[in-house]
């Protein structure tokens, strides 16, 4: 089941990203396919994890990992400057003829930049969702742990998001 997990939580992120260009395209329904199979990969895992201390605990430290990446996962798509910049500098150069690699950047970075906010609430709901799951499945011993651990990761997410701002802003 830990496998199943593990494989649920990072191929995830694969399937934001393919889903986001789903949406950019109008194909609902399969993206509400995918997710209610994953939502329901999760929900088996979650019933049929096992008790024991081992079990409950990589379960805890998977999803909390899932946690961390779908929230920075938001912030970063939440966050379209970079993209919007990008947008405004190949379209100020559209005196000059294009090539056709340039055109091919330009749609990429149009797509991205209309993708960004689905991707971004997606991967908010998903975070939601990793946290919830851990919530209601740990016993006060392991959220003791976890909440230990928790610290260490959401300064090290924190302290991520503020050199990628800084660095995005400046360079």
């Given at each position: 089941m830990f496998f199943i997990l593990l494989i649920l939580v990072f191929a995830m992120y694969y399937v934001v990203y393919f889903t986001a260009v789903m949406y950019q395209e109008g194909f609902k329904l399969l993206q509400l396919i995918v997710y209610s199979v994953a939502l329901g990969i999760l929900g088996i895992v979650y019933l049929f994890i096992g008790d024991d201390y081992q079990n409950?605990?990589?379960?805890?430290?998977?999803?909390?990992?899932?946690?961390?990446?779908?929230?920075?996962?938001?912030?970063?798509?939440?966050?379209?400057?970079?993209?919007?910049?990008?947008?405004?500098?190949?379209?100020?150069?559209?005196?000059?003829?294009?090539?056709?690699?340039?055109?091919?950047?330009?749609?990429?970075?149009?797509?991205?930049?209309?993708?960004?906010?689905?991707?971004?609430?997606?991967?908010?709901?998903?975070?939601?969702?990793?946290?919830?799951?851990?919530?209601?499945?740990?016993?006060?011993?392991?959220?003791q742990e976890l909440i230990d651990a928790s610290i260490t990761y959401i300064l090290g997410l924190f302290i991520a998001i503020i050199i990628w701002m800084i660095a995005d802003i400046y360079l």
């Open positions: 409950i605990s990589n379960y805890a430290l998977v999803l909390s990992i899932g946690f961390l990446l779908y929230t920075w996962l938001a912030i970063k798509s939440f966050w379209t400057r970079p993209y919007k910049l990008k947008l405004e500098d190949i379209t100020l150069k559209s005196g000059k003829v294009k090539r056709a690699e340039e055109y091919d950047k330009l749609e990429s970075m149009k797509i991205n930049l209309e993708a960004a906010n689905y991707r971004g609430i997606i991967s908010t709901v998903i975070a939601i969702i990793c946290g919830m799951a851990i919530y209601f499945k740990i016993d006060h011993a392991i959220a």
